[in-house]
C-alpha cells in the first residue's frame, strides 16, 4: 500500500518487520511446545529464546539463495543463535508459522478497525443528536420526497456502522484459529495436545480441520465484511458529494485556509475527501473478489493464494482503517447549512405534503384513487409555477371533505417530524457491538 492511505496502527501489524517478529514468536512458541514435551534441552529453549533475532537485509541475502522467504528467515535465526539453532522449525511445515502468524495480525487488525469505527459512531452520534429536529427535503430518484430531518438520516448511518462493526467482531471471532498441525494437516509430527498449548501461548485457538493451510472460507468472508464496510461508508460519502453540490449545498467538508480546491479555478471547494471515500471502496470490493477466488485449492494445498494474499491482505487492512479515520475526520468538520435545507424543503410550495392529503381525503371516505386524483391534480399546478398549498385550500373536492383547520394539519412540518427522534432511539436502544 501507497503510504498515502496508510496508517500507523496498521503499519505497526503489516510492516516486513513487524510480520517477521511475529514469525519469531510463532517459532520459539513451538520451540516452547518441544521443551515442554521433552524434545528440546532446556538450555537449547534458553539459547533459541535469547539469541532468536533477525535483519532483513540478511534474510534478503539468503532468499537469494533458498528462494523461499519463510525458508531464508529460519536459517537467519539459525545464525544467530549457534547449534541449538536447529530445533527451530522443528516438525512444522512453513505455513504452521505464516498462517498462524497471519491469525494474529487479522485477530490484531480487527480490533484497530472496531476501535475506528467506534470513534465514527460517537462523531455520528453526536452529529445525529445535534441535527435530529434540523428539518430538510429527502429525496427519492434525486427528486424531492417528503421532508425528514438532517438527523434522521444521520441515524440511518450509524444503525448500518453497528451492523458492520457487529460483522467485525464476527470476523475477530473467527480468524483466531491458528494451525501447527504440519505439511498437510494430519499431525504427522505434531500431536493436537501439542499444538494446542502452542497455540494457546499466541492467544490462539487450534484450527479444527486444515490442510497444509487454514481454509480459506474465513479470510474471504473478512475481506467480504471490509468490502461491506467500504460501502456503507461509501454510501455516507456519496450522501455527503450529493449535499455539497452547488445547486443543493446543504453541507461542506470542511475548507482550510489556503487549501487549493482547483489549479485553474480559484473559487472551488470540491468534497474531494468523500470522492476519495467512494474510489478507495471500489478497491476493497475488488479485492474481496479476489480472495473469493482463493477459497478453492488444487488438493491440499497450491500456491495460488500466497502472491495475492501478500497485496490483499495488507492492503484491504490500511484501506479500511484509513476511510473510517477520514470519514470521522470529514464528519467532525462537517459544516451543516440549516437554512440552506430550510430554503430548499419549501421551494415546492408545500409540495412534498402531497401524501397527507391523500390520506386526509380517504379518511374523508373518498376512494384511494379518487384522492390520488384530487391530490395528483393540484401536485399538477404545482409543477406548473402554482403554490400548492393556495391550490388545495381552493380546490372544491378539498373544500367538501375538510375544514381550514384541517387543511393547515395536512400542511404541518411538526406533525410530520414528530417521529424523527424514534429512530435515533431505536438505532440507540438496539443491541450494541461490546
Not at 205 to 211: G, N, Q
Amino acid at each position: 500500500m501507497i503510504d498515502r492511505y496508510t496508517t500507523p496502527a496498521m503499519n505497526h501489524i503489516w510492516s516486513r518487520q513487524d510480520k517477521y517478529e511475529l514469525w519469531k514468536e510463532v517459532e520459539i512458541a513451538i520451540c516452547m511446545g518441544w521443551a515442554e514435551a521433552g524434545v528440546i534441552p532446556q538450555s537449547d529453549l534458553e539459547e533459541i529464546c535469547a539469541k532468536s533475532k533477525f535483519t532483513l537485509e540478511r534474510c534478503d541475502e539468503l532468499e537469494l539463495e533458498t528462494r523461499h522467504d519463510l525458508v531464508a528467515f529460519v536459517r537467519c535465526l539459525e545464525e544467530n543463535v549457534g547449534a541449538a539453532g536447529r530445533w527451530i522449525h522443528y516438525g512444522v511445515t512453513s505455513y504452521d508459522v505464516i498462517d498462524t502468524a497471519l491469525a494474529m495480525m487479522l485477530r490484531d487488525s480487527c480490533d484497530v478497525l472496531i476501535a475506528s469505527a467506534s470513534e465514527l459512531r460517537k462523531v455520528i452520534n453526536d452529529l445525529a443528536e445535534k441535527h435530529i429536529n434540523t428539518p430538510e427535503i429527502g429525496r427519492t430518484h434525486g427528486i424531492h420526497a417528503e421532508p425528514i430531518t438532517f438527523g434522521f438520516k444521520v441515524s440511518n448511518w450509524m444503525a448500518e456502522l453497528d451492523r458492520n462493526i457487529v460483522r467485525l467482531r464476527t470476523c475477530r471471532a473467527e480468524l483466531r484459529y491458528g494451525k501447527i498441525s504440519g505439511a498437510v494437516g494430519i499431525h504427522a509430527v505434531v500431536d493436537p495436545p501439542m499444538e494446542k498449548s502452542v497455540l494457546a501461548k499466541l492467544d490462539l485457538e487450534a484450527e479444527p480441520a486444515s490442510t497444509q493451510i487454514i481454509n480459506r472460507d474465513k479470510h474471504a468472508n473478512f475481506l467480504n465484511t471490509l468490502a461491506l464496510l467500504g460501502a456503507g461508508l461509501e454510501r455516507i460519502a456519496t450522501e455527503l458529494r450529493n449535499l455539497q453540490r452547488t445547486e443543493i449545498l446543504e453541507v461542506q467538508e470542511a475548507f482550510a485556509a489556503g487549501q487549493t480546491g482547483s489549479s485553474a479555478m480559484p473559487h472551488k471547494r470540491n468534497p474531494w475527501n468523500s470522492e476519495t471515500v467512494c474510489g478507495l471502496a471500489r478497491l476493497l470490493r475488488g479485492n474481496a473478489h479476489a480472495m473469493l477466488e482463493s477459497v478453492a485449492t488444487w488438493h491440499e494445498r497450491d500456491l495460488t493464494n500466497s502472491s495475492l494474499e501478500r497485496i490483499i491482505f495488507p492492503d484491504s487492512c490500511h484501506l479500511a482503517d484509513f476511510m473510517l479515520n477520514r470519514m470521522t475526520r470529514i464528519l467532525s468538520g462537517l459544516g451543516v447549512f440549516e437554512d440552506t435545507m430550510s430554503a430548499n424543503l419549501r421551494k415546492m410550495g408545500d409540495l412534498v405534503f402531497s401524501e397527507h392529503l391523500m390520506v386526509a381525503l380517504v379518511g374523508k371516505g373518498l376512494s384511494r384513487a379518487s384522492a390520488y386524483k384530487v391530490a395528483q391534480r393540484n401536485a399538477a399546478k404545482a409543477w406548473e409555477g402554482h403554490d400548492f398549498k393556495t391550490s388545495v385550500a381552493e380546490d372544491e373536492d378539498v373544500l367538501a371533505n375538510l375544514s381550514t383547520e384541517e387543511v393547515e394539519h395536512i400542511f404541518s412540518l411538526e406533525h410530520h417530524l414528530r417521529n424523527a427522534r424514534f429512530t435515533l432511539d431505536a438505532v440507540r436502544q438496539a443491541e450494541l457491538p461490546h
